[in-house]
T-cell receptor
Framework: QKEVEQNSGPLSVPEGAIASLNCTYS??????FFWYRQYSGKSPELIMS????GDKEDGRFTAQLNKASQYVSLLIRDSQPSDSATYLC??????????????FGTGTRLKVLA | SAVISQKPSRDICQRGTSLTIQCQVD?????MFWYRQQPGQSLTLIAT?????????ESGFVIDKFPISRPNLTFSTLTVSNMSPEDSSIYLC????????????FGSGTRLTVV
């Protein structure tokens, strides 16, 4: 089992619809969760972070966290063609030496159809 | 958030040669991270570079293959040594992620092709 799992997609949604991206993780000790957007040929860009169970909204983006079920999701409302990108989920994993690492999923490719 | 200048942006190299990638940050940072992203894959941490100490390498990555320098709090280099086609990848430096709480800022990446 991968530490962070995402459906690779592509997830295709029509313009104006809600895009729902999901991510599951295996380490129950993870405390911080992030969503990155990566356009083709570009580096990842942080778009959302969430630390507590529930929803966190920022503009058209809503991150949802459920630690009991070990999943985190990203909703994009009013999807635009410019949202077409790969979305990477990342979670922290604390090591036995007291440091931490960020573990990335393989990403979900989103296509918003005009 | 920090701004990272990474270069070169891309290169095509002959097998057996080495390439050094540079990252310059516009502010002082304690830790810098080097990642590799192979085609269609996610980001894999190569090593963590702390100023004034040896880099910490992840499983599967060794210093002889990926030597790292961190001469000060704003600069780091990653060298890909004795390259083979399997090293063709995007290499990214990043900063941030303090205490495992904050997210990373990434450099623009170096797209390496080994022929």
């Amino acid at each position: 089992q991968k530490e962070v799992e995402q459906n690779s997609g592509p997830l295709s949604v029509p313009e104006g619809a809600i895009a729902s991206l999901n991510c599951t993780y295996s380490d129950r000790g993870s405390q911080s969760f992030f969503w990155y957007r990566q356009y083709s040929g570009k580096s990842p860009e942080l778009i959302m972070s969430i630390y507590s169970n529930g929803d966190k909204e920022d503009g058209r983006f809503t991150a949802q966290l459920n630690k009991a079920s070990q999943y985190v999701s990203l909703l994009i409302r009013d999807s635009q063609p410019s949202d077409s990108a790969t979305y990477l989920c990342a979670v922290t994993r604390y090591t036995t030496s007291g440091t931490y690492k960020y573990i990335f999923g393989t990403g979900t490719r989103l296509k918003v159809l005009a | 958030s920090a701004v990272i200048s990474q270069k070169p942006s891309r290169d095509i190299c002959q097998r057996g040669t080495s390439l050094t990638i540079q990252c310059q940050v516009d502010s002082q940072v304690t830790m810098m991270f080097w990642y590799r992203q192979q085609p269609g894959q996610s980001l894999t941490l190569i090593a963590t570079a702390n100023q004034g100490s040896e880099a910490t390498y992840e499983s599967g990555f060794v210093i002889d293959k990926f030597p790292i320098s961190r001469p000060n709090l704003t600069f780091s280099t990653l060298t890909v040594s004795n390259m083979s086609p399997e090293d063709s990848s995007i290499y990214l430096c990043s900063v941030g992620g303090e205490a495992g709480v904050y997210g990373y800022t990434f450099g623009s990446g170096t797209r390496l092709t080994v022929v």
